[in-house]
């Protein structure tokens, strides 16, 4: 799988422990995942396979 542009070497990964593991909050990001948009509602049994390519964008407050 390509996560934001990434190759990772796995055949499947839970996408709330890739969340986990790189210290994103589901409130503050937005998925596209194979040129779609995830809707949040669906990231908890969202699992990445191994051919998934995944754009990943956290949103970050300041002025």
């Known amino acids: 799988m390509i996560i934001n542009g ?29 040129g779609k948009i995830v809707p949040k509602n669906e990231f908890e049994k969202l699992i990445l396979k191994e051919n998934d390519r995944a754009e990943i964008v956290s949103f970050v407050g300041g002025g």
């Open 6 to 34: 990434e190759k990772i070497e796995m055949k499947e990964l839970k996408f709330l422990d890739l969340l986990k593991q790189k210290g994103l909050k589901t409130e503050l990001i937005a998925l596209e995942l194979n």
